[in-house]
């Protein structure tokens, strides 16, 4: 297992060079797991992607490094703290790099006798490649299928000259991943909704949400999906709920600030009683906080976003493979119970690209949408018909013979306006009644570690593959630690928290956020404590290692 770092500033064409390197390693026969860490800017400041790979699934990142590719000395200086003794600094010979562990290759004379310097990275992506042992027998289609042709020899030259530079130093085991997917989580959303029957998708560009938005754009046509950018974040929400009411499986997208602007429309979602999925890609706030970071902040507000009560359901997206089938089953959620749902997603699993096992459509869960009611003289439609289970008939406008009235008022039956108390009694309770039956749905949080454990890890959204890695660790030594990994949030699913707060000795809530966000909702929903808490709020994302640390010395916050 191989952990390196490729540093430089915006524009040094890093981010490029990982979507390279990255596709190469998978073809290879390697697992890997990349993070990026970007600033706000087109140019300058410092940008570097962190793959980690080798021959065992990987779900997080670790800090400790085997190995770094810099552009300048500034991504030397930022990161030589965290390369192992034995590690490696890949470098072209003209920085003033002074250390015993690198190793500078004229990659910038390389890269001008070729005729571009440009081509500098893949002069070193093929030294990288020799480092590992890599061959190099599918970088040539690689780089075809994702270069422009008039890139493409010159590419293949400069990966072709960087191999020839050195000798290989590390022997990576590879294996048969080829059949495997390699995904971003936003990518993984994306295709969970087309595989759900997403027909509309509505968003103003918001990082980190924006390459939600580009693919859904990207494959619009052949996956038959209306894709509007709105003029903002008001707008796009109203649209997906009309497209809503119009019979189409609707979505939208934004983060925390977008959100903030969706909220009174949320409310409409809600006693409209429209299905809607809303997906909320978290970074740090409030205002414009930090654009291109990573955070778990919002948890609270999105449970009780928009005046008055109605339900919903917040869903946090643990890994990719959650991204995909959550997201199609909070597409059948909504609609079920005519309810909107909240995905939470944040910077670092939307960005971070993984290789997992091919996900089968097959499995997600679906709705069958019942009949459309038939009016008669003698049984008019209601369209908030009260019923036992709260869940009214739904017609759709202009596909069947009822007159389908809404309203954002409080109404009737018939969807008529009211301010009668007892109208709104009936109404708010019917609204309510559809939370047992959500409850039925709820999924128990994942238990990962000792079943007989006596510390409990508690945590919510990306956190859970550094969680499931340090859990493991920590039980190397003794079998004294278990995970609670939730992603159903609200309602919250209690059954397996209660079960195991009655047999350990301490509970560690572990969140990437400043005030324990779901340790409150534990407490506030059970009565249940959390002893200690290891708390990340800087917009970079817990490590394993992190939280082997604040295990370690449960000070809270970094």
Same mark, same amino acid.
């Given at each position: 297992?191989?952990? +390196?770092?490729?540093?430089?500033?915006?524009?040094?064409?890093?981010?490029?060079?990982?979507?390279?390197?990255?596709?190469?390693?998978?073809?290879?026969?390697?697992?890997?797991?990349?993070?990026?860490?970007?600033?706000?800017?087109?140019?300058?400041?410092?940008?570097?992607?962190?793959?980690?790979?080798?021959?065992?699934?990987?779900?997080?990142?670790?800090?400790?490094?085997?190995?770094?590719?810099?552009? %300048?000395?500034?991504?030397?200086?930022?990161?030589?703290?965290?390369?192992?003794?034995?590690?490696?600094?890949?470098?072209?010979?003209?920085?003033?790099?002074?250390?015993?562990?690198?190793?500078?290759?004229?990659?910038?004379?390389?890269?001008?006798?070729?005729?571009?310097?440009?081509?500098?990275?893949?002069?070193?992506?093929?030294?990288?490649?020799?480092?590992?042992?890599?061959?190099?027998?599918?970088?040539?289609?690689?780089?075809?299928?994702?270069?422009?042709?008039?890139?493409?020899?010159?590419?293949?030259?400069?990966?072709?000259?960087?191999? %020839?530079?050195?000798?290989?130093?590390?022997?990576?085991?590879?294996?048969?991943?080829?059949?495997?997917?390699?995904?971003?989580?936003?990518?993984?959303?994306?295709?969970?909704?087309?595989?759900?029957?997403?027909?509309?998708?509505?968003?103003?560009?918001?990082?980190? @949400?924006?390459?939600?938005?580009?693919?859904?754009?990207?494959?619009?046509?052949?996956?038959? +999906?209306?894709?509007?950018?709105? *003029?903002?974040?008001?707008?796009? +929400?109203?649209?997906?709920?009309?497209?809503?009411?119009? &019979?189409?499986?609707?979505?939208?997208?934004? @983060?925390?600030?977008?959100?903030?602007?969706?909220?009174?429309?949320?409310?409409?979602?809600?006693?409209?009683?429209?299905?809607?999925?809303?997906?909320?890609?978290?970074?740090? &706030?409030?205002?414009?906080?930090?654009?291109?970071?990573?955070?778990?902040?919002?948890?609270?507000?999105?449970?009780?976003?928009?005046?008055?009560?109605?339900?919903?359901?917040?869903?946090?997206?643990?890994?990719?493979?959650?991204?995909?089938?959550?997201?199609?089953?909070?597409?059948?959620?909504?609609?079920?119970?005519?309810?909107?749902?909240?995905?939470?997603?944040?910077?670092?699993?939307?960005?971070?690209?993984?290789?997992?096992?091919?996900?089968?459509?097959?499995?997600?869960?679906?709705?069958?949408?019942?009949?459309?009611?038939?009016?008669?003289?003698?049984?008019?439609?209601?369209?908030?018909?009260?019923?036992?289970?709260?869940?009214?008939?739904?017609?759709?406008? &202009?596909?069947?013979?009822?007159?389908?009235?809404? %309203?954002?008022?409080?109404?009737?039956?018939?969807?008529?306006?009211? *301010? @009668?108390?007892?109208?709104?009694?009936?109404?708010?309770?019917?609204?309510?009644?559809?939370?047992?039956?959500?409850?039925?749905?709820?999924?128990?949080?994942?238990?990962?570690?000792?079943?007989? /454990?006596?510390?409990?890890?508690?945590?919510?959204?990306?956190?859970?593959?550094?969680?499931?890695?340090?859990? %493991?660790?920590?039980?190397?030594?003794?079998?004294?630690?278990?995970?609670?990994?939730?992603?159903?949030?609200?309602?919250?699913?209690?059954?397996?928290?209660?079960?195991? /707060?009655?047999?350990?000795?301490?509970?560690?809530?572990?969140?990437?956020?400043?005030?324990?966000?779901?340790?409150?909702?534990?407490?506030?929903?059970?009565?249940?404590? /959390?002893?200690?808490?290891?708390?990340?709020?800087?917009?970079?994302?817990?490590?394993?290692?992190?939280?082997?640390?604040?295990?370690?010395?449960?000070?809270?916050?970094?």
């Amino acid at each position: 297992m191989y952990n +390196i770092l490729l540093g430089g500033a915006a524009g040094d064409g890093i981010e490029t060079m990982a979507g390279l390197l990255e596709k190469m390693l998978k073809q290879s026969g390697c697992h890997l797991f990349t993070i990026r860490d970007f600033m706000s800017r087109v140019r300058g400041g410092h940008n570097f992607t962190q793959i980690r790979f080798g021959d065992q699934p990987l779900h997080a990142h670790r800090d400790t490094l085997d190995g770094i590719f810099t552009v %300048d000395e500034k991504s030397y200086q930022e990161h030589q703290p965290r390369l192992s003794y034995d590690g490696f600094i890949l470098c072209d010979k003209a920085l003033a790099i002074d250390d015993f562990r690198a190793i500078k290759l004229p990659f910038k004379k390389i890269a001008t006798d070729l005729g571009n310097p440009k081509v500098i990275n893949s002069v070193a992506t093929g030294a990288l490649l020799k480092l590992f042992n890599i061959p190099l027998d599918h970088a040539a289609a690689i780089i075809k299928s994702n270069l422009r042709a008039d890139l493409v020899e010159i590419n293949l030259s400069a990966i072709n000259k960087g191999y %020839d530079l050195l000798e290989s130093h590390y022997d990576l085991p590879l294996i048969e991943t080829s059949e495997d997917l390699m995904l971003s989580g936003n990518n993984a959303i994306g295709l969970g909704a087309v595989a759900a029957g997403l027909r509309f998708y509505s968003a103003y560009p918001m990082s980190p @949400s924006t390459s939600l938005l580009d693919f859904f754009n990207a494959h619009s046509s052949t996956m038959a +999906i209306a894709v509007e950018q709105a *003029e903002d974040e008001i707008a796009a +929400i109203n649209m997906a709920i009309g497209a809503s009411y119009a &019979g189409a499986t609707a979505m939208t997208g934004t @983060s925390g600030g977008g959100f903030s602007l969706m909220v009174e429309a949320l409310g409409f979602s809600g006693i409209a009683e429209i299905p809607l999925v809303a997906v909320d890609v978290q970074r740090p &706030g409030p205002a414009t906080g930090f654009p291109t970071r990573t955070e778990q902040s919002d948890l609270k507000f999105v449970i009780s976003a928009s005046q008055g009560e109605f339900p919903r359901m917040v869903i946090a997206l643990r890994d990719h493979t959650d991204c995909f089938y959550q997201t199609a089953r909070s597409l059948a959620l909504a609609k079920k119970y005519q309810i909107p749902v909240i995905l939470l997603s944040d910077q670092y699993l939307a960005d971070s690209t993984t290789t997992i096992p091919i996900l089968n459509a097959s499995e997600i869960v679906r709705y069958d949408e019942p009949e459309a009611p038939v009016p008669t003289p003698d049984h008019p439609y209601k369209r908030y018909a009260l019923t036992e289970n709260g869940i009214s008939p739904l017609a759709i406008p &202009g596909k069947s013979e009822a007159l389908v009235r809404v %309203d954002s008022d409080e109404h009737d039956e018939s969807g008529q306006i009211t *301010e @009668s108390a007892t109208v709104r009694n009936q109404m708010v309770q019917k609204r309510m009644h559809k939370l047992e039956g959500l409850k039925k749905e709820l999924i128990e949080p994942e238990f990962w570690g000792a079943q007989q /454990c006596q510390s409990l890890l508690v945590g919510f959204g990306s956190t859970s593959g550094a969680i499931k890695e340090a859990v %493991d660790i920590l039980n190397q030594e003794e079998k004294n630690y278990g995970a609670l990994l939730f992603g159903d949030i609200c309602p919250l699913p209690t059954e397996r928290l209660r079960h195991f /707060c009655d047999q350990v000795m301490e509970i560690i809530n572990v969140e990437q956020n400043a005030t324990g966000q779901l340790a409150s909702l534990i407490r506030e929903e059970t009565l249940i404590s /959390c002893e200690h808490s290891i708390l990340k709020y800087d917009g970079r994302q817990l490590s394993v290692d992190d939280i082997l640390t604040g295990i370690k010395n449960f000070k809270g916050g970094f």
